[in-house]
Nanobody, 129 residues
């Protein structure tokens, strides 16, 4: 199994940007990979996913136009560029792999957390108004 380590979180003011990284212990090229977040007292929700063999990324409605998911297969690393952050984006951010390899991502990432595995430890994002 691949191990994932997230980094890049921090505290920013509303309107700011952050870039999260997810470093994998091995090749990610055969996985659908996703970014998820969990606010205090709320369920974990998916924000973005990408099939590392190709295909269009998918985003939750709440982050469309503001977040961009990307990958660097040579570095075994997944990224999440987050722009125009607002306080509602505050939470712990995690990356994970889809439970099946060599399979396209689920149609909707928003509610797909239960279908992902190999969770990292998370990186905290705090956005102040």
């Amino acid at each position: 199994q691949v191990q994932l380590v997230e980094s890049g979180g921090g505290s920013v003011q509303a309107g700011g940007s952050l870039r999260l990284s997810c470093a994998a212990s091995g090749p990610i090229v055969r996985y659908c990979m996703g970014w998820f977040r969990q606010a205090e007292g709320k369920e974990r929700e998916g924000v973005a996913s990408i099939y590392t063999r190709g295909g269009s990324p998918s985003y939750a409605d709440s982050v469309k136009g503001r977040f961009t998911i990307s990958q660097d297969n040579a570095k075994n690393t997944l990224y999440l560029q987050m722009n125009s952050l607002n306080p509602e984006d505050t939470g712990m951010y995690y990356c994970a792999t889809y439970r099946y390899s060599n399979i396209y991502c689920p149609r909707s990432i928003s509610t797909a957390a239960g279908s992902f595995k190999n969770w990292g430890q998370g990186t905290q994002v705090t956005v102040s108004s």
